[in-house]
């Protein structure tokens, strides 16, 4: 049971980037799936969660419409679309499971995490 992240890289301010979160061993349409991102020397902190077969997804208020999440059944894998990124989007971005997306969904309720995928935001 695996979550690989892909996708990160360097863009300018306002630019746009698709992380993917590809799973395996496991079928994620059972599964709420979580973006997660850290900075060097804060907290992980939750950006997007997408519930199992479709049941919505929830958003961070710091995403302000900027961030899409979406999953593809047949590649077993969730997107992150970000648009407009800003320089404090810097940071290693992780996705992790658990069973839904619903209540508080802190990093410390997920498991499975990947290995990150580094988002740098510079001129």
């Known amino acids: 049971v695996q979550l690989a992240e892909s996708g990160g890289g360097l863009v300018q301010p306002g630019g746009s980037l698709r992380l993917s979160c590809a799973a395996s061993?496991?079928?994620?349409?059972?599964?709420?799936i979580g973006w997660f991102r850290q900075a060097p020397g804060k907290e992980r902190e939750g950006v997007a969660c997408?519930?199992?077969?479709?049941?919505?997804?929830v958003y961070a208020d710091f995403v302000k419409g900027r961030f899409t999440i979406s999953r593809d059944f047949a590649k077993n894998t969730v997107f992150l679309q970000m648009e407009r990124l800003e320089p404090e989007d810097t940071a290693k971005y992780y996705c992790g499971r658990r069973g839904h997306c619903r209540g508080i969904w802190t990093a410390d309720t997920f498991g499975t995490w990947g290995q990150g995928t580094q988002v740098t935001v510079s001129s």
């Open positions: 997408i519930g199992g077969l479709n049941s919505g997804a």
């Open positions: 061993g496991f079928t994620t349409d059972r599964w709420g």
